[in-house]
């Protein structure tokens, strides 16, 4: 990557990237620790970071740093013996005070995840087009026809050639980028405002890598907080890349222009 144009902390201090509560997204004070066997591992420390509606944001830092731990706290799926304190601020609301109903309706209709590994995140028993057109009839309430009818123009959508038909495909008839492509037409059917997405070109040779990135860089009208190791993706997709290291925030680099 370039040059990074960064915030950097002091010894011993935090990097503050959060300003306020009408933030679209603003995390303030986040801490997640985990017991396990009478040890405490502290996985987050103190994160503080808003994001505006529509913004593109990366996150890269090395394995265990805390990247995939944010984005199960955003989502609210952290194991039982996670300890979380801070407040996560989602349109102005602390998800971390709702109730588990009131988060249910939040999480795949408003707030989409596309899991790390499409070939594990799709159940290889079910058709692909069933998995894309079940967040449509939970979340919008569709009927079976009129579902998967969306999902044909949302993988469609996503550049499946013959989409009509590859939805009575099963996952093993899928390539890696098209199962990728797949996952991220399954965050799109709940129509959800905030898309959070887990090394999205992991494992992808450079041209599915670009397939992606261009569908990433398609939607604009999304609010987009993906987490990644691959430099290239994060530099060309993101308009700030923030850096987590051993828990913590230590730079937050805007994109250059």
């Known amino acids: 990557m370039k040059d990074l144009k960064h915030h950097t902390s002091?010894?011993?201090?935090?990097?503050?990237?959060?300003?306020?509560?009408?933030?679209?997204l603003s995390i303030r004070g986040l801490g997640v620790k985990f017991r396990n066997a009478g040890r405490t591992i502290q996985a987050l420390d103190k994160i503080d970071l808003s994001i505006k509606k529509r913004e593109k944001v990366a996150i890269i830092g090395e394995t265990g740093s805390g990247k995939s731990v944010l984005l199960l706290a955003l989502?609210?799926?952290?194991?039982?013996?996670?300890?979380?304190?801070?407040?996560?601020?989602?349109?102005?609301?602390?998800?971390?005070?709702?109730?588990?109903?009131?988060?249910?309706?939040?999480?795949?209709?408003?707030?989409?995840?596309?899991?790390?590994?499409?070939?594990?995140?799709?159940?290889?028993a079910l058709k692909i087009g069933f998995?894309?057109?079940?967040?449509?009839?939970?979340?919008?309430?569709?009927?079976?026809?009129?579902?998967?009818?969306?999902?044909?123009?949302?993988?469609?959508?996503?550049?499946?050639?013959?989409?009509?038909?590859?939805?009575?495909?099963?996952?093993?008839?899928?390539?890696?980028?098209?199962?990728?492509?797949?996952?991220?037409?399954?965050?799109l059917a709940g129509e959800a405002d905030l898309i959070?997405?887990?090394?999205?070109?992991?494992?992808?040779?450079?041209?599915?890598?670009?397939?992606?990135?261009?569908?990433?860089?398609g939607l604009n009208s999304k609010t987009i907080l993906t987490i990644t190791h691959d430099l290239w993706f994060a530099e060309r997709f993101a308009q700030r890349v923030v850096v987590i290291y051993a828990s913590k925030i230590v730079e937050v680099a805007p994109q250059e222009t």
């Open 10 to 24: 002091e010894a011993g201090s935090a990097v503050v990237v959060c300003s306020s509560e009408s933030d679209f």
């Open 75 to 124: 989502l609210r799926l952290l194991p039982a013996n996670a300890q979380i304190s801070g407040r996560i601020y989602y349109k102005g609301k602390d998800i971390l005070k709702l109730g588990d109903d009131g988060m249910r309706q939040i999480r795949g209709k408003e707030i989409a995840y596309v899991p790390q590994g499409a070939g594990n995140a799709l159940n290889p």
């Open 131 to 187: 998995q894309v057109a079940e967040p449509l009839r939970v979340h919008s309430g569709l009927k079976k026809a009129p579902a998967l009818k969306r999902a044909v123009i949302l993988l469609d959508k996503m550049g499946i050639e013959e989409a009509e038909k590859r939805v009575s495909d099963y996952p093993h008839q899928y390539s890696g980028g098209m199962k990728e492509r797949a996952l991220v037409a399954m965050a």
């Open 196 to 217: 959070l997405a887990d090394e999205p070109v992991k494992g992808l040779d450079w041209g599915k890598r670009e397939e992606i990135l261009r569908i990433f860089q």
